[in-house]
């Protein structure tokens, strides 16, 4: 099993900026791909951006030249530092991972708990 662990996030004015990591733990054999997700009030999840073990990132077009994804593979974490924040960014992001517990098996999605973050004046 893999466990998510998020810290960052909070609130901001518009043209600030944040940045959340969140931390992987448990058994498994490797972290094929990291990234982020992000989920605001009455909308469905959106994707962010993803980074595989060694890179490079993508980004959301959405989010594309304001938000970086970034990883520290030998701390298990992902980053994601975000740039020129606007009130649409705020939502609950939530971080992920694509894991093997063996080389044989498919990986398996894990989800974080979610950190908020609010852009508002």
């Known amino acids: 099993q893999v466990q998510l662990v998020e810290s960052g996030g909070g609130s901001v004015q518009p043209g600030g900026s944040l940045s959340v990591s969140c931390v992987a733990s448990g058994t498994f054999f490797s972290i094929d791909v990291m990234g982020w997700y992000r989920q605001a009030p009455g909308k469905q999840r959106e994707w962010v951006g993803t980074i595989t073990t060694h890179g490079p990132s ?64």
Do not use: I
Not at 81 to 104: F, G, I
């Open 58 to 121: 993508r980004e959301a077009d959405s989010v594309k030249g304001r938000f970086t994804v970034s990883r520290d593979n030998a701390k298990n974490t992902v980053y994601l530092q975000m740039n020129s924040l606007k009130p649409e960014d705020t939502a609950v992001y939530y971080c992920y991972v694509l894991a093997r517990q063996r080389l044989e098996q498919p990986p398996r999605h894990y989800w974080g708990q979610g950190t908020q973050v609010t852009v508002s004046s």
